[in-house]
């Protein structure tokens, strides 16, 4: 793990921006994945905003999302909804660049319909995994990424890239697997608040509750995975 500390959410945030975000899309076609919850808000509203919104190759980016609650765009569940209403309605993509993963689907037909997608569209690996330029996943206060929650961590292993998965209260949920994480060319996690510094240290403790968290996982299968966070280990 290379940890990544600033001070504030929004500091975190630029740093996320500045770091990877602006050089990645500079460099050409960039396939980002982002996650939904809460703490990206933040991220996409300063993706929004001057100074970024003028620094960022707004014509490279190609917009996925790790996963999505198995609800219509409009419900306030929606992480694509949360990405509209906090960046999508501020700036200008073509509808060629956002690959909206249709919650308002029947689960196991858009699972395998945004596999496909997926599949036709980036570079794989020689065993076929899609190659994601940047996968910048959220972490729970249970410690699950993506959708993948501590009661289904057969998912770490799963080769589909995206399956059906289910919330621990029910919800049904289209999720990226570990294995496409995992070879991602460029991985980071974006965490902050108390409850997530709590997580990480456990993390970076190896206490043996944390063996139970889907995020240890990742973190454990990949060494260069960036932890942007504003608590301190
Ligand atoms: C989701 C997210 C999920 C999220 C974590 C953290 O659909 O909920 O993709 O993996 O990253 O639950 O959520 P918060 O940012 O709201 O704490």
Not at 52 to 81: H, K, M, Q
Not at 89 to 95: A, E, F, M, P, Q
Not at 160 to 167: G, L, N, Q, R, S
Not at 203 to 215: D, M, N, Q, R, T
Request: with cysteine.
């Amino acid at each position: 793990m290379i940890l990544k500390h600033a001070e504030t959410p929004a500091l975190v945030a630029e740093a996320i921006i500045r770091e990877l975000l602006i050089p990645g899309a500079r460099a050409g076609v960039f396939h980002l994945a982002v996650s939904g919850g809460s703490t990206p808000r933040l991220l996409f509203e300063l993706m929004a905003q001057e100074p970024f919104v003028a620094e960022i190759e707004w014509g490279n980016l190609r917009l996925y999302w790790v996963d999505e609650r198995c609800v219509p765009p409009t419900d306030a569940d929606s992480n694509y909804g949360m990405t509209k209403r906090a960046l999508l309605d501020k700036v200008w993509l073509s509808d060629k660049q956002i690959m909206r993963i249709r919650g308002e689907a029947e689960p196991e037909a858009e699972a395998s319909r945004y596999t496909t997608l997926v599949c036709d569209t980036l570079p794989r690996t020689d065993s076929g995994l899609p190659i994601f330029d940047l996968i910048l996943l959220g972490m729970g206060d249970d410690g699950h990424t993506s959708s993948i929650f501590p009661h289904q961590m057969h998912l770490l292993e799963t080769l589909t890239p995206y399956v059906v998965a289910t919330h621990p209260a029910g919800q049904k949920r289209i999720a990226l697997t570990g294995p496409t994480i995992l070879v991602a060319k460029q991985l980071a996690f974006h965490a902050v608040g108390v409850a997530k510094g709590h997580i990480l240290r456990e993390i970076c403790a190896g206490v043996v509750e944390a063996k139970a968290y889907p995020s240890t996982y990742l973190l454990e299968h990949r060494a260069d995975i960036a932890f942007y966070t504003d608590q301190r280990v």
